[in-house]
């Protein structure tokens, strides 16, 4: 290769498609978009009341156009007030828990982190159990408390389980994963004697820890946009870093990166978003681990494209669950991590003995 | 000659035990030396404390006229790169991907890599003979092969002191040449300086423009490759008998591992 060639950017014939510029697999991302695109479509054509698809379009292109296509009041009612606000919350939930898990995947060096085996969601359980049993109001206007205390939790949790698990600047698979369970088992021994403690609050903390997103209004998204935008943003930055991270320690910071501090701003950014995703929809497992898991075996390793198209991918994953969750015992529904923990689990544990090679 | 490494009474302990002992050593650009010793000397210890891996006790390390405490991690790694002892490399990046990462101290936080750091990603793996595997995972590389991506990662870096830990333990003869052929380059033709660990003592007597021995922590003796690679140095350096040969053709003494029938 010349140097010519290499600032123009002209590619000599014989040279593989991803020579130069990390643009390989551009097509990733018109196929996850698509796929959002049908998921989100499919969540709200779905359901028990029966509408017709054509209903369905109508309505949505009456709200987003502004376009007077005559849609059916009731029609109306149900797509844009109960079924859309549902599939838009379950989007961005899966959005966050996949994003979230790579962010902790890449922060670790360890493809089986994920926010809930490292005791996340039980310490943001913990933390607003106390909210909701303690003498202070859940909300102050818009401002949850209970998700800012969830999202203390989360760090605290995740800074333990790290704590313990570490070892020269490493958590291996085996001690991690103890070390979350030694975690969440605490966090949920602690959060099942408050329960106990505290009957007259045992509905509110039971819907909060099941979650789901069966009461899903427009409302909500201020519980959850307001924390995982800015989260997206700052872990979807540093792309380039993690990838440099995948190195061990001493090697990035002998490429000048600051280790202790990347990983501190990632982690505080990742359990922001991943406690505002468990204040909305509970505890659903595993959507971290599966998504950012398939990304890496279509498109690699480079985070610069795994942790956005996990994130596409995530959305489509969560909204499909809960469509799952929804329509399988009809008119009756399933929590949402039911399901997800249904395909998570046996796929968790054919990650753990494949990789047991490598990581026992 | 500029000074580029100097290293003054470094005094480095792991907990009670003290692993350097004061240790006294400059690199010049332009300059290859080769840094020998027993294993456990504290070889890998100098190396890590002066790229800040590892705190020291007392002591001073000025790279480039500014003591290294005060320059940033970046700051650091624009003025030094260095080539650990057979690093783990994470599975799924090419070649290409971990030797574009040498230009990591080179951007800012949120610039990505330009055709240009690419076109010296490659040049890098080039010169170490490894531009065929730009495309390959490392994870499907020999160790050989990895050691080589390190070191085209280290040259992309473009710091003007380079330190290398054992970069010739894994590869063949053919590999050992090529590299200190290429490290030689660097320092008389780039005016790099380069400091080398190396338990090859043949290879330090004919490459490198000087040597440091090193034992218990401290340097045993310092300068040019026939006046420290001396039976007498290394009976005392690792407490064993060689054979010293000065053969017609050779630049300087080779030190044969033969203490006897």
Same mark, same amino acid.
């Given at each position: 290769?010349?140097?010519?060639?290499?600032?123009?950017?002209?590619?000599?014939?014989?040279?593989?498609?991803?020579?130069?510029?990390?643009?390989?697999?551009?097509?990733? =991302?018109?196929?996850?978009?698509?796929?959002?695109?049908?998921?989100?479509?499919?969540?709200?054509?779905?359901?028990?009341?029966?509408?017709?698809?054509?209903?369905?379009?109508?309505?949505?292109?009456?709200?987003?156009?502004?376009?007077?296509?005559?849609?059916?009041?009731?029609?109306?009612? +149900? &797509?844009?007030?109960?079924?859309?606000?549902?599939?838009?919350?379950?989007?961005?939930?899966?959005?966050?828990?996949? =994003?979230?898990?790579?962010?902790?995947?890449?922060?670790?060096?360890?493809?089986?982190?994920?926010?809930?085996?490292?005791?996340?969601?039980?310490?943001?359980?913990?933390?607003?159990?106390?909210? +909701?049993?303690?003498?202070?109001?859940?909300?102050?206007?818009?401002?949850?408390?209970?998700?800012?205390?969830?999202?203390?939790?989360?760090?605290?949790?995740?800074?333990?389980?790290?704590?313990?698990?570490?070892?020269?600047?490493?958590?291996?698979?085996?001690?991690?994963?103890?070390?979350?369970?030694? &975690?969440?088992?605490?966090?949920?021994?602690?959060?099942?004697?408050?329960?106990?403690?505290?009957?007259?609050?045992?509905?509110? +903390?039971?819907?909060?820890?099941?979650?789901?997103?069966?009461?899903?209004?427009?409302?909500?998204?201020?519980?959850?946009?307001? =924390?995982?935008?800015?989260?997206?943003?700052?872990?979807?930055?540093?792309?380039?870093?993690?990838?440099?991270?995948?190195?061990?320690?001493?090697?990035?910071?002998?490429?000048?990166?600051?280790?202790?501090?990347?990983?501190?701003? &990632?982690?505080?950014?990742?359990?922001?978003? $991943?406690?505002?995703?468990?204040? &909305?929809?509970?505890?659903?497992?595993?959507?971290?681990?599966?998504?950012?898991?398939?990304?890496?075996?279509?498109?690699?390793?480079?985070?610069?494209?795994?942790?956005?198209?996990?994130?596409?991918?995530?959305?489509?994953?969560?909204?499909?669950?809960?469509?799952?969750?929804?329509?399988?015992?009809?008119?009756?529904?399933?929590?949402?991590?039911?399901?997800? $923990?249904?395909?998570?689990?046996?796929?968790?544990?054919?990650?753990?003995?494949?990789?047991?090679?490598?990581?026992? | 000659?500029?000074?580029?490494?100097?290293?003054?009474?470094?005094?480095?302990?792991?907990?009670?035990?003290?692993?350097?002992?004061?240790?006294?050593?400059?690199?010049?650009?332009?300059?290859?030396?080769?840094?020998?010793?027993?294993?456990?000397?504290?070889?890998?210890?100098?190396?890590?404390?002066?790229?800040?891996?590892?705190?020291?006790?007392?002591?001073?390390?000025?790279?480039?006229?500014?003591?290294?405490?005060?320059?940033?991690?970046?700051?650091?790694?624009?003025?030094?790169?260095?080539?650990?002892?057979?690093?783990?490399?994470?599975?799924?990046?090419?070649?290409?991907?971990?030797?574009?990462?040498?230009?990591?101290?080179?951007?800012?936080?949120?610039?990505?890599?330009?055709?240009?750091?690419?076109?010296?990603?490659?040049?890098?793996?080039?010169?170490?003979?490894?531009?065929?595997?730009?495309?390959?995972?490392?994870?499907?590389?020999?160790?050989?092969?990895?050691?080589?991506?390190?070191?085209?990662?280290?040259?992309?870096?473009?710091?003007?002191?380079?330190?290398?830990?054992?970069?010739?333990?894994?590869?063949?003869?053919?590999?050992?040449?090529?590299?200190?052929?290429?490290?030689?380059?660097?320092?008389?033709?780039?005016?790099?300086?380069?400091?080398?660990?190396?338990?090859?003592?043949?290879?330090?007597?004919?490459?490198?423009?000087?040597?440091?021995?090193?034992?218990?922590?401290?340097?045993?003796?310092?300068?040019?490759?026939?006046?420290?690679?001396?039976?007498?140095?290394?009976?005392?350096?690792?407490?064993?008998?060689?054979?010293?040969?000065?053969?017609?053709?050779?630049?300087?003494?080779?030190?044969?591992?033969?203490?006897?029938?």
């Amino acid at each position: 290769m010349t140097v010519k060639e290499a600032m123009t950017g002209d590619r000599p014939a014989d040279a593989p498609a991803h020579w130069s510029m990390p643009s390989a697999n551009v097509a990733a =991302y018109p196929v996850a978009a698509a796929l959002l695109i049908l998921s989100i479509l499919l969540g709200v054509i779905v359901g028990p009341a029966g509408i017709a698809p054509q209903d369905v379009v109508r309505v949505l292109l009456h709200h987003l156009l502004g376009a007077d296509v005559g849609a059916p009041a009731l029609a109306d009612t +149900i &797509v844009w007030q109960i079924r859309l606000p549902r599939v838009i919350m379950a989007a961005l939930v899966g959005c966050t828990l996949a =994003y979230s898990g790579a962010a902790y995947q890449g922060v670790f060096r360890n493809p089986l982190a994920d926010p809930f085996l490292l005791g996340v969601a039980a310490g943001a359980g913990l933390a607003a159990t106390i909210v +909701i049993v303690g003498p202070v109001p859940a909300s102050w206007g818009p401002v949850s408390l209970i998700t800012i205390a969830s999202f203390g939790g989360a760090l605290a949790a995740v800074f333990l389980t790290y704590g313990i698990a570490r070892s020269g600047g490493r958590a291996p698979m085996t001690t991690l994963i103890l070390a979350g369970v030694a &975690v969440s088992s605490l966090a949920t021994s602690a959060t099942s004697y408050l329960l106990l403690a505290h009957q007259r609050d045992t509905i509110a +903390i039971l819907s909060w820890l099941l979650g789901g997103f069966n009461n899903s209004g427009w409302h909500q998204l201020w519980f959850i946009v307001p =924390y995982t935008l800015p989260a997206a943003a700052v872990i979807f930055l540093h792309g380039r870093v993690l990838n440099v991270m995948q190195l061990d320690e001493h090697q990035a910071e002998q490429l000048g990166v600051n280790v202790e501090r990347t990983r501190l701003v &990632v982690l505080v950014a990742a359990s922001l978003a $991943a406690a505002a995703a468990v204040s &909305v929809a509970g505890i659903v497992g595993f959507v971290g681990l599966i998504v950012p898991h398939l990304v890496r075996m279509a498109v690699g390793p480079d985070y610069r494209r795994l942790l956005p198209l996990s994130a596409l991918l995530g959305a489509s994953f969560m909204i499909l669950a809960d469509l799952g969750a929804r329509t399988a015992i009809s008119p009756g529904e399933l929590p949402v991590g039911v399901v997800t $923990a249904c395909m998570g689990a046996p796929f968790f544990l054919y990650l753990l003995r494949r990789q047991r090679k490598a990581y026992f | 000659m500029e000074t580029m490494l100097q290293v003054a009474d470094l005094r480095v302990a792991y907990g009670a035990r003290t692993v350097l002992h004061g240790v006294d050593l400059t690199v010049a650009a332009g300059e290859l030396v080769g840094l020998v010793g027993p294993n456990g000397c504290g070889k890998t210890t100098l190396l890590r404390a002066v790229t800040r891996l590892i705190p020291w006790h007392a002591g001073r390390v000025v790279i480039g006229g500014a003591p290294v405490e005060r320059l940033s991690r970046r700051d650091l790694a624009r003025r030094v790169a260095v080539v650990p002892q057979s690093p783990a490399l994470p599975s799924g990046y090419t070649a290409l991907d971990i030797a574009v990462m040498g230009r990591t101290p080179r951007l800012s936080f949120l610039q990505q890599e330009g055709a240009d750091d690419y076109r010296i990603a490659r040049d890098a793996l080039a010169r170490v003979d490894a531009l065929a595997l730009a495309d390959r995972p490392v994870d499907e590389l020999s160790g050989g092969e990895r050691q080589r991506v390190v070191l085209a990662r280290a040259l992309a870096q473009q710091a003007p002191l380079i330190l290398l830990d054992e970069p010739v333990a894994n590869l063949d003869i053919g590999h050992q040449i090529s590299v200190f052929l290429l490290l030689r380059e660097l320092a008389r033709d780039e005016r790099l300086a380069v400091l080398v660990t190396i338990h090859e003592l043949v290879l330090a007597s004919l490459y490198c423009d000087r040597v440091a021995l090193m034992a218990g922590g401290a340097i045993l003796a310092d300068g040019p490759p026939a006046g420290v690679l001396t039976a007498a140095h290394i009976a005392r350096a690792y407490g064993t008998k060689v054979l010293v040969l000065d053969a017609p053709g050779l630049p300087a003494p080779v030190v044969v591992p033969y203490g006897g029938p």
